[in-house]
């Protein structure tokens, strides 16, 4: 866009123009109409006044072709519009199937973002241009929302969930990241910049960085400090699972509950699983899971499920999963069971999650 007509952003994503079009058209289209509508009301008030205190208005004739066009044509207009905004939302809010997984947490007043090998940052991002990136959000406290003008991208992040945005850098810079969305008293200062680097200079930047575990590294080591490998792994070279089910497979596949429903095990299900593990007892199990509300972090919360997400995307529904063991038999020190067999189920066992 302009440089001089500080209305417009600067453009630098792969949706910008798409965003851009779209908004420009809906407003030539308004401003058309408006003046359109306004000065046909003068007119008629200067063309259909009262001249004379005695005068009586006369019977105008109808115009049954003025009458349709006036109908159909901001109908047709309104259709071609909507159907195109429709296809503007569905590739601002699908991300390519290449997109990295980045993670951002918001909290009053400030952002905490990590990169998917492991580093950290503060009211800064960086990215490489011509990469995907697709930016999973949550929040600390109260709802924030994640905008970058020039990227024409803005998510609400909501404490207690997972929401999601995506972006492609076209062209290196420093971009203006703002919160959206009212947050407390310190909102204006909840600012920040997603700094787009070419590729290599990208790659020599992380070379250089602090750097620290990945995501998936990170969630291992906190899937053993908790002692969830204790419920969540084979027991012995048969694979038979004597304290709770295998999340191998698990991300991504429908998992029977308790209730006769089911559920999809994406992050929120995990989220929810973790924290509140009686809310959805999967069928086969006993509720015997302890929460661990206040013991993790959002960030670390984004790790384990990115640890489980690590170990296979699971395929058609999952029979038997759980929150623990059945519910004979002595519990250990993270809520499973020591000397409980498996729930039986018929045909082969599949790896499943809570």
């Known amino acids: 866009m302009n440089p001089e007509l500080p209305f417009f952003p600067e453009a630098a994503s792969t949706v910008a123009g798409d965003v851009d079009v779209l908004f420009i058209t809906w407003s030539v289209i308004s401003a058309f109409f408006t003046l359109l509508i306004a000065?046909?009301?003068?007119?008629?008030?200067?063309?259909?006044?009262?001249r004379h205190p005695e005068e009586v208005g006369a019977r105008e004739r109808t115009a049954l072709w003025l009458e349709v066009a006036w109908s159909v044509i901001p109908l047709l207009i309104t259709l071609v519009m909507f159907v195109w905004g429709t296809r503007v939302y569905f590739?601002?809010?699908?991300?390519?199937?290449?997109?990295?997984?980045?993670?951002?947490?918001?909290?009053?007043?400030?952002?905490?973002?990590?990169?998917?090998?492991?580093?950290?940052?503060?009211?800064?991002?960086?990215?490489?241009?011509?990469?995907?990136?697709?930016?999973?959000?949550?929040?600390?406290?109260?709802?924030?929302?994640?905008?970058?003008?020039?990227?024409?991208?803005?998510?609400?992040?909501?404490?207690?969930?997972?929401?999601?945005?995506?972006?492609?850098?076209?062209?290196?810079g420093v971009y203006h990241l703002f919160c959206a969305e009212y947050c407390g008293g310190e909102h204006s200062r909840m600012v920040g910049s997603v700094i787009a680097m070419e590729p290599q200079r990208y790659e020599e930047w992380l070379a250089g960085g602090a750097g620290g575990k990945s995501m998936v590294a990170s969630g291992a080591e906190l899937f053993q400090q908790l002692a969830c490998d204790t419920c969540h792994r084979a027991a012995d070279n048969t694979g038979r699972l004597v304290r709770g089910p295998a999340l191998d497979g698990v991300y991504g596949s429908e998992v029977q509950l308790a209730s006769g429903g089911t559920a999809v095990a994406d992050d929120n299900y995990l989220r929810e699983s973790i924290l509140n593990p009686n809310a959805k007892?999967?069928?086969?199990?006993?509720?015997?899971?302890?929460?661990?509300?206040?013991?993790?972090?959002?960030?670390?919360?984004?790790?384990?499920?990115?640890?489980?997400?690590?170990?296979?995307?699971?395929?058609?529904?999952?029979?038997?999963?759980?929150?623990?063991?059945?519910?004979?038999?002595?519990?250990?020190?993270?809520?499973?069971?020591?000397?409980?067999?498996?729930?039986?189920?018929a045909g082969p066992a599949k790896p499943e999650q809570q």
Do not use: C
């Open 281 to 345: 007892i999967v069928a086969g199990w006993q509720p015997v899971m302890p929460t661990f509300q206040g013991q993790v972090s959002e960030e670390q919360l984004t790790q384990l499920i990115a640890y489980v997400r690590s170990l296979g995307a699971g395929e058609g529904t999952a029979a038997a999963g759980g929150t623990g063991g059945p519910s004979h038999g002595p519990l250990d020190s993270a809520g499973g069971q020591i000397d409980s067999p498996a729930p039986q189920t």
């Open 91 to 172: 590739k601002i809010y699908r991300p390519p199937a290449d997109a990295i997984e980045y993670t951002a947490v918001g909290k009053q007043w400030m952002w905490k973002l990590q990169h998917p090998e492991g580093q950290r940052e503060i009211n800064t991002l960086h990215i490489p241009v011509g990469q995907p990136i697709k930016l999973k959000l949550t929040s600390e406290d109260v709802i924030h929302s994640f905008f970058v003008p020039a990227f024409r991208v803005k998510q609400d992040a909501v404490p207690g969930r997972y929401t999601s945005v995506w972006f492609e850098a076209t062209k290196p």
């Open 39 to 50: 000065g046909l009301i003068v007119y008629f008030m200067a063309r259909y006044r009262r």
